[in-house]
């Protein structure tokens, strides 16, 4: 009898040593198990060269959007759970969503919040360590007034990096959304290379 392989440790400890490593957390949609993954090659962005389209930068100047710093971390995280606009946001389960709260309560796991007025449009969470920031998932609600609100929430997220000192930002795997707002992909080894550099940065999200 073959004894099932257990789950994930997603302890703050084990996924920042997970991250050093070049890993990452992700659920199975269809059972919900959690396991590390790696992806070679690695998609990043780049903050202190990346620079919005024309388009966008137009949106984050004459947009509805209120740009928030974690003031609703939580309802961020879930609206990225239950956003099936593609096949990638169905990995945020309760476990996910538990850790990464855990992270936020120790200062390391932010959310960039997009708002016009007192309601939610969009945006996205992530993990800082060091000068290196770990994407993890963003959303848009679906209705006319809140479009491009992630968009805007991603750019007002490079600003403060570029501002901060961040070297790097890890999109793990790349797609042609990630790739249209200015990622590149890299081999996985200068992946780890540049990340190890990032992260031994003296820098705050702030």
Same mark, same amino acid.
């Given at each position: 009898m073959t004894r099932e392989r257990p789950e994930a440790d997603l302890s703050p400890q084990l996924l920042l040593s997970a991250y050093a490593q070049g890993a990452f957390p992700m659920a199975d949609p269809n059972t919900g198990r959690v396991d590390y993954f790696t992806c070679d090659p690695r998609a990043i962005f780049e903050p202190q060269t990346w620079q919005p389209s024309e388009r966008l930068a137009r949106t984050v100047r004459n947009g509805p959007f209120e740009i928030r710093v974690d003031s609703a971390f939580d309802a961020v995280v879930a609206a990225c759970a239950t956003d099936r606009s593609d096949e990638n946001r169905s990995w945020i389960g309760e476990r996910i969503r538990t850790a990464f709260h855990e992270l936020h309560e120790l200062g390391l796991a932010h959310s960039v919040e997009a708002w016009v007025?007192?309601?939610?449009?969009?945006?996205?969470?992530?993990? @800082?360590?060091?000068? @290196? /920031?770990?994407?993890?998932?963003?959303?848009?609600?679906?209705?006319?007034?809140?479009?491009? @609100?992630? +968009?805007? #929430? /991603? @750019?007002?997220?490079? +600003?403060?990096?570029?501002?901060?000192?961040?070297?790097?930002?890890?999109?793990?795997? &790349?797609?042609?959304?990630?790739?249209?707002?200015? &990622?590149?992909?890299?081999?996985?080894?200068?992946?780890?290379?540049?990340?190890? #550099?990032?992260?031994?940065?003296?820098?705050?999200? +702030?």
């Open positions: 007025g007192d309601r939610l449009a969009g945006g996205l969470y992530g993990v @800082a360590i060091g000068g @290196a /920031f770990f994407g993890e998932s963003k959303f848009t609600v679906r209705e006319p007034w809140a479009r491009d @609100a992630s +968009k805007v #929430a /991603f @750019a007002s997220l490079m +600003k403060r990096l570029r501002r901060s000192g961040f070297t790097i930002v890890d999109s793990q795997y &790349a797609n042609p959304h990630v790739l249209a707002l200015g &990622a590149v992909d890299i081999p996985f080894d200068q992946y780890l290379e540049r990340l190890h #550099a990032a992260m031994a940065l003296e820098v705050d999200f +702030k």
